[in-house]
């Protein structure tokens, strides 16, 4: 036997298949589009608290305790309400979800401007506005999530950009309208603007209208497909011989056939005919799919799911069985704390430690902000161009930050602190990018709505307690410096969880690919 000949022998048996995959783009940009529109109208919000609603509350006889009154109130709903969008993506789809989140960001701003008191507040922003913002954080990312697999990364960021233009142009806007239209104005031109919001959201189709098809090919097992035909085999001959002139052994239940001599026709009710057909059509799926461990007792009834058993699964809970992503959870709460609480206390250091007026500590904010827009396009082309998983890329952002913010605490020159304010807006930008990437990561597709939601309520229960925490330090050391000293320990905190976990995940995947390759040789 020559050697071409025994190479054809041992050479495995390939098939090209057709498969759809998600478009990477296509349709997908639009999407991106309409969350970016979103973003600026909506989620910039977060930001201009303060300059829309200062006078009012003022007004109102309530100051700083009043505007953590409703601050506290719109994060707790926002986060708190991911597990509940994650929910309803489930049950209905991510365009209603991110539809219903902008309505209700819409109605938050425009009822907010009717205001007389505080507590008209903490209804129309803190949970009307908050529960918006929540169902738009979830339903857009699991959209994107879904629309781009090689260029997840970079479609995030850019959708995450709308928020940080709107950041940065917003505030001018804000101040326009209220010169010019007073409170109630700017607050119904606000609400006009958040339409383009409810707009943008509709862009989001169901991503199975736009999947492309690819061929692929795939090395056939053939034991595996004798085997499978001869399942098919067993399920024929059983669905015939149920629907044929057999007898049943078993006492007969309600649903069953009446069957009285093996040479009768068996009357079948319309109801017990559906249930069979129901039960043969599962069966003839499961062996198409290769499922294993198939069920042949044609007659075993569907079990009732409890009501606990389907919020269970609803909310997708067995995903906190896993440490590694209980370990993920907390990590990027902890990253999300550090930069949030940084953004409160970085005007505040520049005005008391570093003597800047409010123009220079503009200057530095923008320069933040402009930093942050210009990393969340670029860093993520880096990491898909290199194909960098998303820990990776949040390990590597908070050794940065850690250094930037270490440095920054003790310079008071103003073109020194623009250069370091650039650098830790460069490297904020992908805390914000890769937080949820890194969840998705570790679940499977049908997960991520649970998973981010479950992230969500995760920093709603970290965030709070450990802002309070950090602010107690600064009030009680009277210090800057180790407030932002404090702050780095968070993600110490991070790092000292993440690295070890993701060194023993690389191990265990070179250990696998090692024995996949042996397997292919022997």
């Known amino acids: 036997m020559t050697r071409v000949e025994t190479d054809a022998l041992i050479a495995p048996k390939v098939q090209t298949r057709k498969k759809l ?15 970016g529109m979103s973003n600026i109208f909506n989620q910039s919000m977060l930001s201009l608290f303060s300059l829309l609603y200062g006078d009012a509350l003022e007004a109102m006889g309530h100051n700083t305790q009043g505007a953590a009154l409703v601050l506290s109130t719109m994060l707790f709903v926002t986060n708190f309400g991911g597990p509940i969008a994650g929910a309803v993506v489930k049950l209905t789809s991510t365009r209603f979800v991110a539809f219903i989140g902008a309505c209700s960001c819409t109605l938050g701003i425009f009822f907010s401007g009717f205001s007389t008191n505080i507590w008209h507040l903490v209804f129309t922003y803190g949970i009307l506005l908050g529960l918006g913002l929540g169902f738009i954080q979830n339903a857009s990312f699991v ?15 850019l959708a995450n950009a709308g928020t940080g233009v709107g950041q940065t142009v917003m505030p001018h806007l804000v101040h326009y309208l209220l010169v010019n239209f007073g409170f109630r104005g700017a607050c119904l031109m606000l609400s006009a603007l958040s339409l383009h919001g409810i707009a943008g959201v509709l862009l989001i189709h169901p991503v199975e209208w736009h999947m492309k098809e690819i061929e692929e090919e795939v090395v056939v097992d053939e034991n595996l497909q004798l085997l499978e035909n001869k399942h098919k ?23 069953e056939p009446s069957i009285t001599n093996n040479k009768e026709k068996p009357q079948f009710t319309k109801k017990s005919h559906s249930f069979k057909d129901l039960i043969a059509e599962k069966q003839m799926k499961a062996v198409e799919n290769g499922a294993s461990g198939m069920n042949n007792n044609v007659e075993e009834p569907l079990m009732k799911k409890t009501l606990l058993k389907k919020l269970y699964d609803l909310f997708d809970v067995s995903l906190l069985s896993s440490p590694r992503f209980i370990n993920i959870l907390i990590g990027t709460a902890l990253s999300v704390t550090s930069i949030q609480n940084f953004s409160m206390l970085f005007p505040l250091f520049l005005q008391k430690v570093a003597n800047m ?15 942050d827009i210009a990393g969340r396009l670029i860093l993520p082309i880096f990491q898909d161009k290199y194909r960098i998983k998303a820990r990776w890329m949040l390990i590597m952002t908070s050794v940065w930050l850690i250094i930037v913010r270490q440095i920054l605490a003790y310079q008071t020159d103003l073109s020194v602190l623009m250069l370091m304010s650039c650098l830790y807006g460069f490297g904020r930008s992908m805390i914000i990018v890769a937080r949820n990437i890194a969840i998705s990561e570790n679940c499977r597709p049908e997960q991520v709505p649970a998973a981010v939601g479950l ?21 009680y050391t009277d210090s800057y410096i180790i407030c932002i000293t404090a702050q780095n320990l968070l993600l110490i905190v991070l790092l000292a969880t993440w690295i070890p976990d993701m060194i023993l995940l690389h191990i265990k995947e070179k250990r696998e690919n090692k024995k996949d390759i042996q397997l292919e040789m022997s």
Do not use: E
């Open 21 to 35: 995959v998600p478009p990477d783009g296509g349709w997908g940009w639009m999407v991106l589009l309409g969350t």
């Open 143 to 157: 959209a994107i999530n879904s629309y781009f697999h090689l260029r997840k990364s970079r479609a995030v960021g």
């Open 233 to 255: 085999d067993i399920v024929i001959n059983k669905i015939s011989h149920t629907n044929g002139d057999a007898t049943y052994k078993r006492g007969r239940r309600s649903t």
């Open 357 to 371: 007026d409010k123009q220079k500590t503009a200057m530095c904010m923008s320069a933040i902000a402009g930093a």
């Open 455 to 475: 992230g969500m309520l995760t920093m709603g229960i970290i965030v709070p307690p450990a802002g309070y925490f950090l602010g107690w330090i600064r009030d």
